[in-house]
């Protein structure tokens, strides 16, 4: 299994989770709703797990905000889902060979 790397980054003044796969570069926004952009980064996601599975790490900091915190958790819950959405890709035969 791939492990690939999970970020909060800041953009102006809204923040989003940095998901890197390869070249890819998906962003989640977190400090704002915008459920297209979440809708797009699943798609994308998905895309990727018929190729096999990964997940996403983030780098420990024992000073993290609040923000960090929460992303981590979502980070933790995200790669459980991936695990499950892959489980049933394979077992509908969905993953490229």
Do not use: C, W
Request: proline share 2%.
């Amino acid at each position: 299994m791939d492990i690939h790397e999970a970020i909060v980054t800041s953009v102006d003044s809204e923040q989003f989770l940095s998901l890197k796969i390869g070249d890819a570069d998906l962003k989640i926004p977190l400090t704002k709703d915008e459920p297209n952009e979440i809708k797009k980064v699943f798609n994308e996601l998905i895309a990727h797990l018929r190729k096999g599975l990964f997940n996403f790490k983030m780098e420990e900091k024992k000073d993290g905000d609040l923000i960090y915190q929460v992303t981590k958790e979502y980070v933790k819950q995200l790669n459980k889902e991936l695990g499950e959405v892959y489980q049933a890709l394979e077992a509908y035969q969905l993953l490229e060979q």
